[in-house]
T-cell receptor, first 115, second 112 residues
Framework: DQQVKQNSPSLSVQEGRISILNCDYT??????FLWYKKYPAEGPTFLIS?????DKNEDGRFTVFLNKSAKHLSLHIVPSQPGDSAVYFC??????????????FGKGTLLTVNP | KAGVTQTPRYLIKTRGQQVTLSCSPI?????VSWYQQTPGQGLQFLFE???????NKGNFPGRFSGRQFSNSRSEMNVSTLELGDSALYLC???????????FGPGTRLTVT
């Protein structure tokens, strides 16, 4: 049972345009969501996060939107740059009691930004 | 500050063997998590350690085990290797539960 889904395995956009990466989740207990970026031969790098008490979080060119009723979040990159080309993972978590903490990841979306 | 380091970076083993992977977290980080990344399944959580205690475990068979030392360094062990264990094994550290995790570069394990 995949609790975090990234239904688009790949996305291609032109430099300067907006990139929108989508993520859906099924577990209503998730209350904290993160996006990671991964280049080949490197570990994932934290990009941006959002708590369930918010519906938007911005950091420079990156904005994450959360729609709790739809159990959907999206990452917007504006403007897209060739260096943004990477695999983007959506992740979710919740505090299951005590100090328990684990991230549940989607399968990732490969973003290609064409010059 | 040095990042998360993992050794070895690449490993080739044969079926039935066992393997031990090592992870050194960022200095001061006490939580270490392990993930398996495969093309078909993405990143899957293996287990998480905090102060030498396993606090959380994913849905992997008992062949996968781990431990954490008093200096927060962690090892994971896979016994009786199977072809399907070929994957990138990632370690991540964080200051405490709920903090952003910082990943190492991973260990690429190939089982032949």
């Amino acid at each position: 049972d995949q609790q975090v889904k990234q239904n688009s395995p790949s996305l291609s956009v032109q430099e300067g345009r907006i990139s929108i990466l989508n993520c859906d989740y099924t577990n209503s207990m998730f209350d904290y969501f993160l996006w990671y970026k991964k280049y080949p031969a490197e570990g994932p790098t934290f990009l941006i996060s959002i708590s369930s008490i918010k519906d938007k979080n911005e950091d420079g060119r990156f904005t994450v939107f959360l729609n709790k009723s739809a159990k959907h979040l999206s990452l917007h990159i504006v403007p897209s740059q060739p260096g943004d080309s990477a695999v983007y993972f959506c992740a979710a978590t919740y505090n299951s009691g005590g100090s328990n903490y684990k991230l549940t990841f989607g399968k990732g979306t490969l973003l290609t930004v064409n010059p | 500050k040095a990042g998360v380091t993992q050794t070895p970076r690449y490993l080739i083993k044969t079926r039935g063997q066992q393997v031990t992977l090592s992870c050194s977290p960022i200095s001061g980080h006490r939580s270490v998590s392990w993930y398996q990344q495969t093309p078909g399944q993405g990143l899957q959580f293996l287990f998480e350690y905090f102060s030498e205690t396993q606090r959380n475990k994913g849905n992997f068979p008992g062949r996968f085990s781990g431990r954490q030392f008093s200096n927060s360094r962690s090892e994971m062990n896979v016994s009786t290797l199977e072809l399907g264990d070929s994957a990138l094994y990632l370690c991540a550290s964080s200051l405490a539960a709920g903090d952003e995790q910082y990943f190492g570069p991973g260990t690429r394990l190939t089982v032949t």
